[in-house]
Nanobody, 123 residues
Framework: QVQLVESGGGLVEAGGSLRLSCVASGRTFSSWVMGWFRQAPGKEREFVAV????????HIAECVKGRFTLSRDNAKNTVLMQMNNLQPEDTAVYYCAASRSSRWLRWTEYDYWGQGTQVTVSS
């Protein structure tokens, strides 16, 4: 049974940092990509970042580029997203998800999802 488990969310003041973790289990993900999405109340799910398990290439959304970075630890089946200089507009539930699709910008292309972790940034 495939499981994605996120952790690391919380409440932080503007300008602060958090590191989100996503641990994957239940299958081999070597040919998959792992994406991060976020969803704020009343808004659509938004792409944040993606990393390929195989070649470690990453793509970061423009709205967080320069503040968020992504890394992965294949041995631990873990993807980490370091979030620096957080702003109130970053407040959302953050989800990690796994996809075999090349259309990784679209949340509908993801097969497995974690339960989400809340990130709240106060001004």
């Amino acid at each position: 049974q495939v499981q994605l488990v996120e952790s690391g969310g919380g409440l932080v003041e503007a300008g602060g940092s958090l590191r989100l973790s996503c641990v994957a289990s239940g299958r081999t993900f070597s040919s998959w990509v792992m994406g991060w999405f976020r969803q704020a109340p009343g808004k659509e799910r938004e792409f944040v970042a993606v990393v390929s398990w195989g070649v470690a290439s990453t793509h970061i959304a423009e709205c967080v580029k320069g503040r968020f970075t992504l890394s992965r630890d294949n041995a631990k089946n873990t993807v980490l997203m370091q979030m620096n200089n957080l702003q109130p507009e970053d407040t959302a539930v953050y989800y990690c998800a796994a996809s075999r699709s090349s259309r990784w910008l679209r949340w509908t292309e993801y097969d497995y999802w974690g339960q989400g972790t809340q990130v709240t940034v106060s001004s």
